[in-house]
């Protein structure tokens, strides 16, 4: 089963952060990043989508991405 997570955060180094700890898990990019201002905060915010193949586990609502 292929899983997909989109990492959201401000624009700061715990983005990055964040990216690098799903990768480092097995995670893989998958398309561009995205950065837009939020204007009810008044700061950027990025996003990044993942993606992570993980064989015999179907897929389940209750299944927290960022354990696998």
């Avoid at 898990?25 to 398309?31: P, S």
């Amino acid at each position: 089963m292929k899983f997909y997570r989109l990492l959201t955060e401000d624009d700061t180094s715990a983005f990055c952060h964040k990216v690098s700890k799903a990768l480092s898990a097995g995670w893989a990019l998958h398309g561009s990043p995205a950065y837009a201002f939020d204007a009810s905060r008044g700061v950027m915010r990025c996003a990044q989508a993942v993606v992570k193949d993980v064989p015999g586990t179907a897929y389940d609502p209750s299944v927290k991405l960022g354990d696998l």
